[in-house]
Nanobody, 122 residues
Framework: QVQLVESGGGLVQAGGSLRLSCAAS????????MGWFRQAPGKEREFVVG????????YYAGSLKGRFTISREPAKNTVYLQMTSLKPEDTAVYYC???????????????WGQGTQVTVSS
């Protein structure tokens, strides 16, 4: 069964940094674009950032570019989300996702992880 497993969430103070990891099965990682969504309490799930299958193209939500960086490491079947200058508004459950291409990733991913909690305190 194809699985995506997130890790690295936790509690940080505003202005701090955190790196999330998403470990994927070989089939999922090699054949799909990868990315991250988040869902804050009381809000809809939103797209954060995605990266193409080759790793050459990255897509960011407008206000997050410059603070969040996505990368993928094929040798470990892992995609990362490096978050800096964190704000309380970034508090959410962060989900790893995979889709056939970058456009599909933003609207209806094929696979989801179970999520990892990120909490940013004032």
């Amino acid at each position: 069964q194809v699985q995506l497993v997130e890790s690295g969430g936790g509690l940080v103070q505003a202005g701090g940094s955190l790196r999330l990891s998403c470990a994927a099965s070989e089939r999922t990682f090699s054949g799909y674009a990868m990315g991250w969504f988040r869902q804050a309490p009381g809000k809809e799930r939103e797209f954060v950032v995605g990266i193409s299958r080759s790793g050459s193209i990255r897509y960011y939500a407008g206000s997050l570019k410059g603070r969040f960086t996505i990368s993928r490491e094929p040798a470990k079947n892992t995609v990362y989300l490096q978050m800096t200058s964190l704000k309380p508004e970034d508090t959410a459950v962060y989900y790893c996702a995979a889709a056939e291409d970058s456009n599909q990733l933003q609207i209806d991913p094929d696979y989801w992880g179970q999520g990892t909690q990120v909490t940013v305190s004032s």
